[in-house]
């Protein structure tokens, strides 16, 4: 088939089993394991056993699932986590679908940070790449005024116009130091894929077309094959 039988490789998860014990090949227990999470067949073949088509993976994966230990260890691994996920998570089948109808059916806008849907979540504050004149101006016109009438009498220079009226320099460099506010916030909120939720879902309600596997079968013992062999000579 072109599979290197004896690529090395580690096992998926760690033994699931505290029960039945593992199968001795280390590789059937890999495949095992992966197809018992989800993992395309096919798809574990060409990772396991490197095969060099992806004919051949298929050959190869139809084997493995013809054998009676493989499937019986896969629904083992498969009966064992529903098991840990009802009785120890106390997550069943039914809080499974409930969670991805809700995934589908949600509005983004209705999520927040806090919402159980939300997976990650970031914001943003967009302020202005420099100063704004016009509010730092403002600022300090109106300090100027107030300086001006709690002294009680204008302060001018000897050099300036007499209505000239100049801003106390500590003032003034308080007044640069301080940052412009933000003047935008943006927010993103992450959510679980609604297209993957809804295949998933449709799996487990076995809404999808049934799968294709092909196989050659024969129909005819080797006698009757033999005698109509030699009638068509």
């Known amino acids: ?21 593992p199968l001795a ?51 083992t691994l498969r009966r064992e986590a529903s098991h840990i996920a009802t009785h120890q998570a106390h997550f069943s089948k039914a809080d499974l679908i409930a969670f991805l109808v809700e ?19 970031t914001r943003d504050e967009l302020t202005t790449s420099g100063r704004r004149p016009n509010a730092v101006q403002g600022q300090k016109t109106q300090m100027a005024s107030s300086d001006y009438s709690s002294a009680g009498k204008r302060t001018t220079s000897s050099r300036a116009k007499p209505s000239t009226k100049l801003a106390a320099p500590s003032e003034s460099t308080q007044s640069d130091a301080t940052p412009p506010p933000p003047i935008l916030l943006r ?47």
Not at 25 to 39: C, D, M, R, T, Y
Not at 46 to 59: E, F, I, N, V
Not at 190 to 209: R, Y
């Open 1 to 21: 088939m072109h599979c290197n039988d004896n690529a090395t490789v580690e096992p998926v998860l760690d033994t699931l089993s505290n029960v039945d014990p």
């Open 25 to 75: 090949n280390q590789k059937l227990e890999a495949f095992a394991q992966a197809v018992s999470i989800g993992e395309d067949p096919v798809g574990t073949c060409l990772r396991l056993y490197r095969c060099r088509t992806g004919a051949t993976a298929k050959k190869k994966a139809a084997q493995l699932l013809g054998s009676p230990a493989i499937t019986a260890r896969i629904t």
């Open 103 to 121: 995934t589908i059916q949600t509005p983004v806008s209705t999520v927040d940070q806090h919402h159980r849907q939300c997976q990650e979540w």
């Open 187 to 233: 927010s993103k909120t992450k959510l679980p894929s609604k297209l993957d939720a809804a295949k998933l879902l449709a799996t487990l309600c076995g809404w999808q077309a049934p799968s294709k596997v092909e196989g050659n079968v024969s129909l005819t013992s080797p006698a009757v094959e033999e005698a109509l062999s030699r009638l068509l000579k």
